[in-house]
């Protein structure tokens, strides 16, 4: 028998229609047609869905495990996501919780190629917390966002990536932007020893193939996609045809599919190949719980069929008085984010950016 991939959804239904209900997934999730219909005994065997389980959560909630054929994902990271959530992602009573995904699958789409360990590795970070701000607004010119870089640098943060929303504007195209970066950093740390530049990729995968280059003709190895926007297929092309390049994913459109966030961001992410993983932090600009992000993080870093892990960022209106309840919560195996509250500094920035680096690596871990 061929292996099975095991999809975990979580079901708003009544007990009397349950069972209706997950049965009807299992074949909208497969063959998408009356079971009368099909006359292949192959197709009845293998690849129409099987319900494995149903459970009741609480009153009108229940989880609901259903197998699902992997060679019908094919090794393509779109058809996956398809595969386990297509059309019935378009049901807002259905949220896909969770997938137990055969060790050949992950194995073929590879995971991170440098993970938590290499990210350190090259700020001279080993055991550490790590640390990241972002330019921004939006708005600023190549010239502008150097001198924020410059001065983020001078305060000793580890990583400083771009907005998401900074792509190839008018005001700043991607070329010029990673070449003032990259020149204002090198200023200070020439042979980039300390600090790393991520520019956020934009466009279709030609694109985004172009300035992967332009990122590299200026020293530059490490780079942010947004998944959900460039497509999952493209972000996991991009990871294997770059192997030097470490890819941080950013979680922009994610909350769209109603699938739930430590599968999406903390394990999927990591599968296709990110080596660090944004996330909203808990009692931030966002919705999720400590125990969402609890689960995320762990999901980033556990021991999973050989995978390096990849690095959680909780990100989303951080502020430096949170840095101690942060690391107590997540540990040293941690990128801290904070982007707004520091640039709140002004003209004090670099001293901000010091006293956020200096909590962080004055943080006794338990």
Same mark, same amino acid.
């Given at each position: ?18 069972? &209706? ?107 550490? &917390? ?36 900074? =792509? ?15 020149? &204002?950093?090198?200023?200070?740390? /020439? ?31 490490? $780079?942010? $996609?947004? /998944? ?14 770059? /192997? *030097? ?6 979680? *922009?459109?994610?909350? =769209? ?32 719980? /400590? ?7 762990? =999901? ?19 502020? *430096? ?31 901000? *950016? ?13």
């Amino acid at each position: 028998m061929s292996p099975r991939l095991q999809a975990i959804y979580h079901i708003r239904s009544d007990a009397r229609s349950i069972e &209706a209900r997950a049965r009807a997934i299992a074949v909208e999730q497969s063959v998408e047609m009356p079971l009368s219909a099909i006359a292949d005994e192959f197709v009845h065997a293998e690849i129409v869905g099987r319900v494995e389980g149903i459970a009741e959560q609480e009153p009108g909630l229940f989880e609901v495990r259903i197998s699902l054929a992997a060679q019908t994902v094919g090794g393509d990271p779109g058809q996956l996501i398809n595969m386990l959530f297509g059309n019935t992602s378009l049901h807002d009573d259905v949220t896909l919780h969770d997938v137990a995904l055969p060790a050949e699958l992950v194995k073929g789409f590879g995971g991170p190629r440098h993970g938590l360990h290499e990210l350190r590795r090259r700020v001279g970070a080993p055991a550490r &917390a790590l640390t990241c701000s972002a330019l921004k607004p939006q708005g600023l010119p190549p010239a502008g966002l150097a001198d924020l870089a410059l001065r983020f640098a001078r305060g000793g943060v580890d990583y400083i990536k771009d907005d998401h929303g900074l =792509a190839d504007q008018a005001y700043s195209p991607f070329r010029a932007r990673v070449d003032a970066v990259a020149e &204002a950093l090198r200023t200070l740390d /020439p042979g980039g020893k300390t600090v790393r530049y991520v520019p956020s990729l934009a466009g279709d995968l030609d694109a985004m193939r172009e300035q992967i280059d332009d990122a590299g003709r200026a020293g530059v190895d490490t $780079v942010m $996609v947004a /998944p959900m926007i460039a497509g999952l297929s493209n972000f996991h092309r991009l990871v294997r045809e770059h /192997p *030097t390049v470490a890819f941080v994913a950013h979680p *922009t459109m994610a909350g =769209a599919a109603q699938i739930a966030p430590a599968f999406l961001l903390g394990t999927l992410f990591r599968v296709l190949g990110a080596d660090a993983v944004v996330f909203p932090n808990y009692g931030g600009r966002f919705g999720y719980s /400590p125990d969402t992000c609890r689960a995320l993080a762990r =999901a980033a870093l556990d021991d999973r069929d050989g995978l390096r892990p990849s690095v959680p960022v909780p990100a989303g209106g951080m502020t *430096t008085d949170r840095v101690p309840e942060m690391l107590d919560f997540y540990g040293a195996d941690v990128m801290l984010l904070i982007g707004g509250a520091l640039l709140e500094a002004r003209e004090q920035l670099t001293e901000a *950016t010091a006293a956020f680096v200096a909590k962080v690596r004055g943080h006794a871990y338990g």
